[in-house]
């Protein structure tokens, strides 16, 4: 839509009202949108990724190569490479310009959330194992470089005292289940499975301050785009925004550091539990998707209120979104997979279309000019005419607007063969009129391989695998 003919009053609102569309390709599990906003990565239950271009709402691109669940996605600053963990136990660098595989990385447990170092190039990651200790991945190399991060809290600096026996038993105990990076990357943000955050160094993979956060599981953590503020979810059903001090700065006291809860958002009457936390663009709003429900909380952190609640979707939530710099939210269902997105619906404003025009609420007569309908000679429109055919048209220049990416920054190619993407019955044409669903197997031959050939007991046999997913076997004649 063009942006004069909005109300101007509408672009100030920075919250979503209203559900105003759906995108499906497959069944998704996870969402991410990339640093400048304009395209949405989604991880499907088959292991591949689609990613939707915001604007016309269709498929950019496909990357297939995990076999199971995605569980998260992680963007590079410009928007080149994508970061997959999944539950298959891999984690992939994707590089979208060709859509191949930069590195796969194999761990020994299923990977929670993996997520790229902020500045590094994207060939640095940090990922969170199931029941096992966390891993800093450098994979500059073809061979990864795997370091152990700690999962035990730093006692001494906040008791004063030595650790004893008991105290040691219970950090052993401590299993990591979130890692994000702070807004430089020089330092990582820990939340372990007792309440606790660990400050761990990037460099050094050393804890250099531990705070206690709350007495339950922390589930999730996420900083503002600044990176100086944090919210976290936890099992205690209680939504935290903490301030996050620069652990950069060389005066900076580690000891004696404290960081505080800056807001507790939670729902006192219903109790409800949260099943995924997200700033806003700005960091001025908290939306949260709710267990065992299908609304969406938004709450804004000047006052600590509630301001609204999305509903649209008949289904729980899962992942919920917040576009980098519009007030957009995407969430994805549960139950259907698909990509809920609300907005606002902003009315045209008509007047922008001319300088003379003017809205009515009704009918009004009309005094026209006295010059309005006078007929001019055919010699003064002609020399009108050719007196603007002189002026010269700049049609090369482009302006620069808001919030766009440097000349020299990354696109992705889009893919443009619309086999591939796929519709919201998921259904084949297989004649005039005749339609059928896609088979389960349909479209997942990259897996094991398009031929398959037969035994050497009978070499004559060949068995070409087909969309459908039947084999035909083709014998050869002996005359």
């Given at each position: 839509m063009n942006l004069s003919l909005i109300d101007p009053f509408v672009?100030?609102?920075?919250?979503?009202?209203?559900?105003?569309?759906?995108?499906?390709?497959?069944h998704a599990t996870c969402i991410r949108f990339n640093r400048k906003g304009d395209f949405l990565a989604s991880g499907r239950v088959d292991g591949i990724i689609?990613?939707?271009?915001?604007?016309?709402?269709?498929?950019?691109?496909?990357?297939?190569?995990?076999?199971?669940?995605?569980?998260?996605?992680?963007?590079?600053?410009?928007?080149?490479?994508?970061?997959?963990?999944?539950?298959?136990?891999?984690?992939?660098?994707?590089?979208?310009?060709?859509?191949?595989?930069?590195?796969?990385?194999?761990?020994?447990?299923?990977?929670?959330?993996?997520?790229?170092?902020?500045?590094?190039?994207?060939f640095l990651f940090v990922a969170s194992l199931f029941e096992d200790q966390p891993m800093l991945v450098d994979i500059s190399s073809t061979i990864p470089n795997k370091r152990q991060l700690p999962s035990a809290p730093r006692r001494n600096q906040i008791d004063g005292e030595d650790i004893t026996e008991k105290q040691a038993a219970q950090d052993?105990?401590?299993?990591?289940?979130?890692?994000?990076?702070?807004?430089?990357?020089?330092?990582?943000?820990?939340?372990?499975?007792?309440?606790?955050?660990?400050?761990?160094?990037?460099?050094?993979?050393?804890t250099i301050h531990s705070t206690r956060l709350c007495n339950g599981v922390v589930?999730?953590?996420?900083?503002?785009?600044?990176?100086?503020?944090?919210?976290?979810?936890?099992?205690?059903?209680?939504?935290?925004?903490?301030?996050?001090?620069d652990f950069s700065q060389v005066d900076l006291d580690i000891d004696n550091l404290k960081i505080e809860v800056e807001h507790k958002f939670q729902d006192v009457v219903n109790r409800l539990s949260w099943n995924h936390v997200a700033f806003g663009s700005t960091g001025e709003y908290v939306t949260a998707s709710t267990y065992m429900n299908h609304d969406i909380y938004v709450w804004e952190r000047s006052h600590g209120s509630l301001v609204k609640i999305l509903e649209g979707p008949k289904e729980e939530l899962g992942v919920v979104e917040w576009h980098p710099n519009r007030p957009l939210v995407a969430a994805c269902g549960l139950e259907t997979g698909r990509v809920y997105i609300w907005s606002i619906i902003s009315p045209q404003r008509w007047s922008a279309l001319a300088p003379d025009f003017a809205e009515v609420e009704e009918n009004v007569e009309y005094i026209e000019r006295e010059d309005e309908f006078d007929i001019h000679p055919i010699e003064e429109i002609h020399k009108r005419r050719?007196?603007?055919?002189?002026?010269?048209?700049?049609?090369?220049?482009?302006?620069p607007t808001k919030g766009e990416i440097e000349e020299d920054a990354f696109r992705?190619?889009?893919?443009?063969?619309?086999?591939?993407?796929?519709?919201?019955?998921e259904v084949v044409a297989v004649g005039p009129g005749t339609m059928r669903r896609k088979s389960p197997g349909e479209g997942r031959e990259w897996m094991n391989g398009v031929e398959d050939v037969g035994s050497s007991n009978d070499r004559g046999t060949k068995r070409a695998?087909?969309?459908?997913?039947?084999?035909?076997?083709?014998?050869?004649?002996?005359?």
């Open positions: 672009l100030a609102q920075d919250y979503p009202d209203a559900l105003t569309g759906k995108l499906r390709s497959g689609v990613i939707f271009d915001v604007e016309t709402n269709g498929v950019a691109h496909k990357l297939r190569g995990h076999t199971r669940q995605i569980q998260s996605l992680s963007w590079s600053r410009d928007g080149r490479y994508l970061l997959s963990s999944s539950q298959d136990w891999n984690c992939v660098l994707w590089d979208l310009k060709d859509g191949s595989r930069v590195r796969t990385v194999r761990f020994e447990a299923p990977v929670y959330i993996a997520e790229l170092h902020p500045y590094n190039q994207s052993a105990k401590h299993t990591t289940c979130i890692t994000i990076f702070t807004a430089l990357g020089n330092h990582i943000i820990a939340g372990t499975s007792k309440g606790w955050l660990n400050i761990i160094e990037t460099e050094t993979c050393q589930i999730y953590l996420r900083l503002t785009a600044s990176g100086r503020d944090m919210v976290s979810n936890s099992s205690d059903r209680v939504i935290r925004t903490i301030p996050i001090p050719l007196d603007l055919e002189d002026e010269s048209v700049d049609v090369l220049t482009i302006e992705m190619p889009v893919l443009l063969d619309v086999d591939n993407s796929e519709s919201e019955e695998a087909t969309n459908g997913g039947a084999k035909f076997s083709y014998k050869s004649r002996r005359r």
